[in-house]
């Protein structure tokens, strides 16, 4: 009789808890920017393509209502020439997200690292398909661990907590 009542029990609980969800329901680009300001002296007077490419990620999530996120990925692709800037490509890669049924402790993970993980892919295409419109060699952006980078954002943000409050003069 307790055996029964104990999964009555389980059985009660685990139609009490909520359902996990998650869906993507669109995946978007909110907006694109793209620079080439030494064109055309670079394509005629620099015959050699030796580039210094710098990147930058960022990423922000809004939640909306009825369990709706929007995850925004803003991926910055600078590209010099010596000193010179040859161009410069923004893409804001943007998804509205279902998730419902998770705690907050596993919500941040999944706005902060999975989320932009799926958006990524679409990103890079677009932005290897601007270069390549602009004229130069095509740019292939390497993958990127954003479980990693999700984990360096949360220890910079509790070491930021943790830290002692300026000292103010009175």
């Known amino acids: 009789m307790a055996d029964e009542n104990q999964k009555d029990s389980e059985?009660?609980?685990?139609?009490?808890?909520?359902?996990?969800?998650?869906?993507?329901?669109?995946?978007?680009?909110?907006?694109?920017?793209?620079?080439?300001?030494?064109?055309?002296?670079?394509?005629?007077?620099?015959?050699?393509?030796?580039?210094?490419?710098?990147?930058?990620?960022?990423?922000?999530?809004?939640?909306?209502?009825?369990?709706?996120?929007?995850c925004v990925l803003t991926v910055t692709a600078t590209v010099k020439l010596g000193e010179d800037v040859a161009y410069l490509c923004e893409i804001k890669q943007a998804g509205l997200f279902l998730v419902r049924g998770f705690d907050q402790q596993r919500l941040?993970?999944?706005?902060?690292?999975?989320?932009?993980?799926?958006?990524?892919?679409?990103?890079?295409?677009?932005?290897?398909?601007?270069?390549?419109?602009?004229?130069?060699?095509?740019?292939?952006?390497d993958p990127v661990n954003f479980d990693a980078l999700y984990a360096q954002h949360v220890q910079a943000a509790a070491a930021k907590q943790n830290a002692p409050a300026p000292e103010t003069e009175q």
């Open 11 to 70: 059985a009660a609980a685990a139609s009490e808890a909520p359902q996990q969800l998650f869906k993507i329901q669109r995946v978007y680009l909110k907006d694109v920017s793209y620079e080439s300001p030494q064109t055309p002296a670079v394509f005629v007077g620099n015959t050699s393509w030796q580039p210094n490419v710098s990147l930058h990620l960022n990423t922000e999530s809004t939640k909306l209502e009825n369990d709706m996120y929007e």
């Open 108 to 141: 941040g993970p999944m706005l902060g690292s999975f989320c932009p993980n799926l958006l990524f892919p679409f990103a890079r295409e677009e932005i290897a398909s601007l270069v390549q419109k602009g004229g130069f060699p095509q740019l292939l952006l």
